[in-house]
Nanobody, 121 residues
Framework: VQLQASGGGAVQAGGSLKLSCAASGRTFSTYHMGWFRQAPGKEREFVAAITSSSTSTYYTDSVKGRFAISRANTKNMVYLQMNNLKPEDTAVYYC???????????????WGQGTQVTVSS
């Protein structure tokens, strides 16, 4: 599966952005999907994940209540709605895919290119 993320930009603290990730391939609905981010000088970290059929979602603690992951299998799309953004959310955001839920949260097989999110105070 090939992934392409978009929707990043520059916003002020408290603002919102919605990231999108377009996936190729007819088997998109079998993949668990996730979002990761990498801030300057830091390691890439897990942000959110959603199961293949949208039955479960999972978030890192720092974004709970502010971010929401969703997907549209008929459109081969996954989204990350980000509200109440904070300067510490500034990072390059990547979408990822894996057939294994456990692998998705640690070392996904497939990555999209990143999209920059910059939050100013």
């Amino acid at each position: 599966v090939q992934l392409q993320a978009s929707g990043g930009g520059a916003v002020q603290a408290g603002g919102s952005l919605k990231l999108s990730c377009a996936a190729s391939g007819r088997t998109f609905s079998t993949y668990h999907m996730g979002w990761f981010r990498q801030a300057p000088g830091k390691e890439r970290e897990f942000v959110a994940a959603i199961t293949s059929s949208s039955t479960s979602t999972y978030y890192t603690d720092s974004v709970k209540g502010r971010f929401a992951i969703s997907r549209a299998n008929t459109k081969n799309m996954v989204y990350l709605q980000m509200n109440n953004l904070k300067p510490e959310d500034t990072a390059v955001y990547y979408c990822a895919a894996d057939l294994s839920w456990s692998d998705l949260n640690h070392q996904p097989d497939y990555w999209g290119q990143g999209t920059q999110v910059t939050v100013s105070s």
